[in-house]
C-alpha cells in the first residue's frame, strides 16, 4: 500500500460520445470482501464463524444463543461488533484481532489486475467495514498491496458501518476527495446508495450472495444509484484501463 492521507454488463453510459465514463475520475473507492476477490472464496464465512465464537467466549453463551444474538445485533446495527460496543462494552481491537485471524490461502494472487490498478490515473482507497488489518492481508495475497493509497476501515469510520452515510462524509474530508471526481466499486447495492447521493459515480459488482441485491428480481431502474453493473473484476479494469488509453 502507498503512503496516503466473467462478462462485463455494459450500459448506455459506455458508449458516451465523450469516450470513457470515467475518464473524469481521480479517485477509484474499492469496497475489499467479495469485490476485489471473487464472493466464491467465501472467507466471511470463516470470519462469521469467529464471531460467534467470539461472541459465546466473551459473554458466556453456548453457541446457539451466541448466533442468534450476533444475526440480531448484524440486522439491527449493521455489525454484529457494534451491537456489542454499544450494549456489552467490548473492546473493538481485540474482537477484530480475532475475528480477522483466517485462512486467506482461497485468494488467488491477481498480477493482471495489479497492473490494471497501476495503469489508472488517480489515487485507489479501499472502503471497507473490515479492519485494516484484514485488509492489508487480502492485499498482499491479491499481490496488490502497493496499488493503493489508503485504506478507510471500520476503526477510521468510527465503527460506523456502511450504509451509513456519515462515514462517507468522513471519508471524502479525510482523504480530500471530490466526490463527483470519484467512482465506488461494492458488491452490496444498498452501500452504493450514500455515495451516488454525495455524487460519486457507482459500479455494482454482481455476485451470488443474497445480501449484493435488496431485491434480486428488481429490475436495473429500481435501483437508480447503480450506474454501472459488473461481474468481474478484473476484467472490467482491463477495460476501462484500454478506454481510458483510447484507440491505438
Request: glycine fraction near 6%; proline fraction near 8%.
Amino acid at each position: 500500500m502507498t503512503d496516503a492521507s466473467a462478462p462485463l454488463t455494459v450500459t448506455a453510459a459506455d458508449h458516451a460520445p465523450m469516450g470513457s465514463p470515467f475518464a473524469h475520475i481521480d479517485t477509484w473507492i474499492f469496497d475489499l470482501d467479495n469485490t476485489l476477490y471473487p464472493a466464491a472464496c467465501n472467507l466471511f464465512a470463516q470470519v462469521d464463524v469467529r464471531i460467534g465464537a467470539y461472541i459465546a467466549n466473551a459473554l458466556g453463551l453456548d453457541a446457539d444463543a451466541a448466533k442468534r444474538l450476533q444475526k440480531d445485533y448484524f440486522r439491527q446495527y449493521g455489525t454484529s461488533l457494534r451491537g456489542l460496543m454499544l450494549n456489552h462494552g467490548v473492546q473493538p481491537g481485540p474482537f477484530l484481532d480475532y475475528v480477522h485471524d483466517i485462512d486467506v490461502s482461497a485468494i488467488l494472487p491477481q498480477p493482471a489486475m495489479a497492473e490494471s490498478l497501476a495503469a489508472l490515473p488517480g489515487r485507489k482507497i479501499i472502503y471497507t467495514n473490515g479492519s485494516a488489518g484484514h485488509a492489508e492481508n487480502v492485499m498482499r495475497r491479491l499481490g496488490v498491496a502497493d496499488q493503493f493509497h489508503a485504506v478507510f476501515d471500520i476503526v477510521a469510520a468510527d465503527f460506523t458501518p456502511k450504509p451509513d452515510a456519515l462515514p462517507y462524509t468522513t471519508l471524502i474530508q479525510r482523504h480530500g476527495i471530490d466526490p463527483t471526481r470519484a467512482v465506488m466499486v461494492e458488491d452490496i447495492a444498498r452501500n452504493l446508495e450514500p455515495a451516488r447521493a454525495l455524487g460519486m459515480a457507482t459500479v455494482l459488482v454482481e455476485t451470488d450472495s443474497p445480501f449484493s441485491l435488496p431485491n434480486p428480481d428488481a429490475p436495473a431502474a429500481a435501483l437508480p444509484y447503480v450506474q454501472h453493473r459488473i461481474t468481474d473484476v478484473p476484467a472490467w479494469l482491463a477495460q476501462v484501463v484500454a478506454d481510458l488509453a483510447g484507440p491505438k
